[in-house]
């Protein structure tokens, strides 16, 4: 089963810039979907983007032109490139791995904090 571990995130202001990293293991990540979300207090988790393999990344339409996911089959990892970040964006944002129609593989999630 594979295994995914998120790091990047932390405290910005408004209109700043973060990326996230996940890093999974196992020798099969080129295969894997890989998906970010986030879930805010009181809110449910919700999809943020999610790129698999050659195929064209797909975003949540309250991001797309601020967030790029990207994915690095070489290191194991995939990014999400986060800017012009608002306060709504504040979440703990989780990577996900799965194969195909499998269940996902969640981390543990990575805190953003968008406040001035």
């Known amino acids: 089963q594979v295994q995914v571990v998120e790091s990047g995130g932390g405290l910005v202001q408004p209109g700043g810039s973060l990326r996230l990293s996940c890093a999974a293991s196992g020798s099969m990540f080129s295969f894997y979907i890989m998906g970010w979300y986030r879930q805010a207090p009181g809110k449910e988790r919700e999809l943020v983007a999610r790129i698999a393999g050659a195929s064209r990344p797909e975003y949540a339409d309250s991001v797309p032109g601020r967030f790029t996911v990207s994915r690095d089959n070489a290191k194991n990892t995939v990014y999400l490139q986060m800017n012009n970040l608002k306060p709504e964006d504040t979440a703990v944002y989780y990577c996900?791995?799965?194969?195909?129609?499998?269940?996902?593989?969640w981390g543990k999630g990575t805190q953003v904090t968008v406040s001035s």
């Open positions: 996900s791995a799965r194969l195909g129609s499998s269940s996902n593989n």
